[in-house]
């Protein structure tokens, strides 16, 4: 498989222009990344400029926090839906996974992934490794298992630090074929993209993508 097809093509700054997002989308298209991911505002701009190729429009929910309530981060999912959305990345409760509350995290990955699989919508959950132990890690994962998405992700891009290969070789172990595991945040060269991907990522959220590919 290409480098480009593993590849989510990432704007997800607060100060994002139009034209900065229609470049994003350019560079998408010019170089077949797997998506275009975006903030919520601006899925249905994505999703008319993408639409008839092979990249995917993307948006992040309850971002960057992850401390929404379940019935916002479902209603972010379903008007994302409605615009046009293909892939939707959830920030996970991470007070509650530290608290040891894994019933409440498990519901509210459960609640967006039934909102999102009930338009056969591809469901990412970040579960933030930098502020999590490696128990914490281990529990998160098998949380997102349970909650039935189809990938473990990360990092926001917007905490301390982003992925670590560490962290992605034991969420990939946790994992196992149960989930795929997404690598996000601080990747910018060939090299350390190479590493993720042999680390057990199939998939990487970057910002850097043009730099990634040697363009």
């Known amino acids: 498989m290409e480098l ?3 590849l989510d093509h990432t704007l997800l700054k607060a100060t994002a222009t139009e034209e900065q997002v229609d470049k994003v989308i350019k560079e998408a298209k010019e170089n077949n990344f797997a998506s275009v991911m975006v903030n919520p505002y601006w899925v249905q701009h994505v999703h008319s400029q993408v639409k008839g190729t092979s990249v995917k429009t993307a948006t992040v929910i309850g971002f960057p926090l992850g401390a929404n309530t379940t ?3 479902v209603a972010e999912v379903e008007q994302a839906i409605l615009d ?3 892939e939707v990345d959830m920030v996970i409760n991470i007070g509650e996974l530290k ?3 894994d019933k409440q995290v498990e519901a509210d990955i459960k609640a967006v992934v039934t909102a999102a699989h009930q338009a056969n919508k591809l469901v990412k959950v970040i579960i933030e490794t930098a502020l999590l132990t490696k128990e914490e890690i281990v529990r998160a994962c098998q949380l997102v298992v349970a909650g039935g998405a ?3 992700k990360t990092s926001t ?3 301390t630090s982003g992925a670590q290969l560490d962290d992605v070789k034991l969420m990939k172990e946790t994992v196992g074929d149960q989930a795929e595991v997404k690598a996000s945040g601080g990747i910018h060269t060939k090299e350390e993209a190479m590493a993720f991907i042999e680390a057990g990522a199939t998939r990487l959220g970057t910002s850097a993508s043009l730099q990634i590919i040697g363009k």
Do not use: L
Request: proline share 0%; net charge negative; charged share 15%.
């Open 157 to 159: 891009g917007f905490s």
């Open 99 to 101: 608290a040891g509350h």
């Open 71 to 73: 019935a916002i981060k």
């Open 84 to 86: 046009g959305v293909d």
């Open 150 to 152: 189809e990938f473990v």
């Open 4 to 6: 480009a097809h593993y």
